[in-house]
């Protein structure tokens, strides 16, 4: 689990272009997701899983699919530039 | 093996199965009629639930043997994400006045249709059958299953970073999930597809 976490970051951001004359005050950064659906390819044998009942409330069997999501603007950023 | 509930075993005259339970538990902490008014684009949008299903399930007729069975597990689990959808929205505004929904922007939903559901998106436009393609090419169908589904789950991002109800997060933050593995196996698909793996191995 903590390779694949080396391996990518779910999360990234930009600072956008500002203008002279941009009207309102600058968001900062701006964020998207990526989640770890686009670096696997087809999926490998014997990865690690959640246990059935932990499965159940988290969407995913496979460990290295699942990826908790939150307000990026709310923590206010601790995601990788990229 | 014994569950809680018997199952119809091979061979019994069953007309029709379903199985009354959500896919996973719905529970809504604050009265916030707003955030069924975001909820419905989930319900009746581009790139809501009920397009997913309706994608998957027409499409699954002129694909590949071989990926068929993805396309009817994944469409009709969209449908049991289309029952939690309509469980959330309907806990919204059940008990909302008509005052109560006219500040929460449903005041023309009101007037429409009460607060019976109706399969519109977060702007009110009506449910489309233009919102999805069936091309009979199986790449380009895939392919635009794959974005359908990175698309619904951008938009369950944006209804999270729109809601402060923990509970009702919890729920969404599970069909964010679910997006998530089903691109994955759209991805799998692609590549099972257009694999040459049969030139290349002798058996």
């Known amino acids: ?27 900062g950064e701006k964020y998207y997701s990526t989640p770890p659906n686009l670096y696997l390819g087809f999926q490998p044998p014997n990865l690690e899983q959640f246990t059935p009942q932990e499965a159940l409330r988290k969407g995913t069997l496979w460990k290295v699919f699942y990826d908790y999501y939150d307000n990026p603007y709310k923590r206010g950023g601790d995601s990788s530039h990229g | 093996m014994e569950g809680p509930v018997p199952f119809p075993q091979r061979g019994e005259e069953i007309v029709w199965i379903y199985e009354k339970k959500l896919q996973y538990p719905v529970k809504v902490s604050t009265c916030n009629p707003t955030l069924a008014k975001y909820l419905v684009e989930q319900y009746g949008g581009a790139d809501g639930e009920l397009a997913a299903a309706l994608r998957y399930l027409n499409q699954r007729y002129t694909i590949p043997d071989k990926v068929i069975g993805l396309l009817t597990d994944i469409g009709t689990e969209e449908f049991a994400h289309l029952e939690m959808i309509a469980t959330m929205i309907y806990k919204l505004t059940k008990d909302a006045k008509p005052q109560a929904l006219k500040e929460a922007g449903l005041g023309e939903h009101y007037v429409q249709h009460d607060s019976a559901l109706f399969y519109n998106n977060a702007a009110g436009v009506p449910f489309s059958a233009t919102y999805f393609q069936a091309k009979g090419d199986p790449i380009a169908d895939l392919y635009e299953d794959i974005a359908a589904e990175e698309k619904a789950r951008a938009t369950y991002q944006w209804i999270i970073d729109m809601s402060d109800d923990t509970d009702l997060n919890d729920s969404l933050r599970y069909l964010r999930e679910r997006e998530i593995v ?14 040459e793996r049969d030139r290349q191995k002798i058996f």
């Open chain 1, 1 to 27: 689990m903590d390779q694949q976490r080396e391996r990518f970051t779910p999360i990234k951001s930009y600072v956008p272009f500002r203008g002279l004359f941009d009207p309102c005050p600058p968001i």
């Open chain 2, 182 to 195: 089903h691109s994955q196996r759209f991805r799998e698909a692609v590549e099972i597809l257009k694999d």
